[in-house]
């Protein structure tokens, strides 16, 4: 356990199981700002420290094109069509229609799940949750962007190392026990605040398939991720993690596993971890985001931090957004 976990400030994620009625197992109420989740992990002076990240200058984008996922995973979502006009010779303008805010690389907001045993995150009302509300929408982390010292772990270079590829056409579960391999193997040490990115290599990989390969993956709605456990959500609060980020479709992996312990708390979502993460701990994730290049760069300095900006769109009420960020090496 992160000596984190016995800062004195927050309880542990066991306290948090012990807190009464609609509370347990959340964070509600803890923190200063009600709307802003885990990134109030991420102090002023974690802010400043980060800075000791930057030691070359390099700056690598993390955003994949708006349309770079088409088709998709998600069976609703689709590519947006970018339209260029003129009003004269001299000028030039463009727009977008059907533009999903989380058709590639983005993050989810607090607003995106509602967990089906008490509701929305902080307990919200329903009804505050619709267009032209603000309560926990994506605008609260465009006003203050997330900003901090980010974690690389390499479980795609590490599993390759170890002579066993990750097995994305089967849409293999990954548990905490290869997270905290990495971790060591890795010799990196988490701290309160950190945004934690893993490189699973699953985006790749999608985006390197024929066209109906990828249409065959949509239906069957099969993919990578993390394995759904209390024991990994109980881990990622008590390392006291700002944001959870992976380049893959959902974090975690598709469909839940038949041992999801939140099959019968998150019905809708048949088991994901999405409710108890966003709905109860307020923790962003970052999804299909683009980290083949810094893994690639990281692996080859040994240097596995970097300072990471996250400046999502200020749309009042959005549930998600384009995550909008960079890692400064």
């Known amino acids: 356990m992160s000596p984190a976990a016995e800062d004195g400030h927050y309880p542990t994620f066991a306290g948090l199981l012990e807190r009464e009625g609609a509370l347990a197992g959340t964070s509600w109420g803890l923190f200063p700002d009600a709307t802003r989740g885990t990134p109030s992990f991420i102090t002023p002076q974690a802010v400043l420290e980060a800075r000791n990240c930057i030691r070359t200058g390099r700056a690598f984008g993390l955003d994949y094109p708006a349309d770079a996922f088409?088709?998709?995973?998600?069976?609703?979502?689709?590519?947006?069509?970018?339209?260029?006009?003129?009003?004269?010779?001299?000028?030039?303008?463009?727009?977008?229609?059907?533009?999903?805010?989380?058709?590639?690389t983005q993050i989810d907001g607090l607003r995106h799940r509602r967990a089906d045993d008490v509701g929305f995150y902080n307990g919200t009302p329903d009804h505050r949750i619709s267009e032209g509300t603000p309560d926990l929408g994506i605008q609260e982390w465009a006003d203050t962007p997330i900003a901090g010292r980010g974690v690389l772990l390499d479980l795609a270079g590490y599993r390759a190392g170890q002579g066993a590829p990750i097995d994305h056409a089967a849409g293999e579960p990954l548990g905490l026990d290869l997270i905290e391999a990495v971790l060591d193997a890795q010799?990196?040490?988490?701290?309160?605040?950190?945004?934690?990115?893993?490189?699973?290599?699953?985006?790749?990989?999608?985006?390197?398939?024929?066209?109906?390969?990828?249409?065959?993956?949509?239906?069957?709605?099969?993919?990578?991720?993390?394995?759904?456990?209390?024991?990994?959500?109980?881990?990622a609060w008590d390392h006291r993690l700002a944001l959870l980020?992976?380049?893959?479709?959902?974090?975690?992996?598709?469909?839940?596993?038949?041992?999801?312990?939140?099959?019968?708390?998150?019905?809708?979502?048949?088991?994901?971890?999405?409710?108890?993460?966003?709905?109860?701990?307020g923790m962003p994730l970052g999804e299909l985001w683009r980290l083949g290049p810094l893994a690639r760069h990281m692996r080859s300095t040994g240097q596995w931090d970097a300072f990471i900006t996250i400046k999502p769109l200020n749309i009042t009420g959005g549930t998600g957004s384009p995550a909008n960020a960079t890692a400064l090496m």
């Open 245 to 281: 980020a992976a380049d893959n479709f959902a974090f975690e992996c598709l469909p839940a596993l038949p041992s999801s312990p939140y099959r019968d708390s998150a019905p809708n979502d048949h088991g994901m971890m999405h409710q108890q993460l966003l709905a109860k701990l």
């Open 187 to 235: 010799s990196v040490t988490l701290q309160q605040g950190d945004i934690l990115m893993l490189h699973i290599g699953w985006c790749e990989w999608f985006l390197g398939l024929p066209q109906e390969d990828k249409q065959r993956m949509r239906e069957g709605r099969r993919t990578t991720g993390v394995a759904q456990s209390e024991e990994f959500v109980g881990w």
């Open 70 to 104: 088409d088709p998709g995973m998600s069976l609703k979502r689709g590519a947006p069509r970018h339209t260029i006009y003129s009003s004269h010779p001299a000028h030039r303008d463009d727009f977008l229609d059907g533009y999903y805010l989380q058709g590639s």
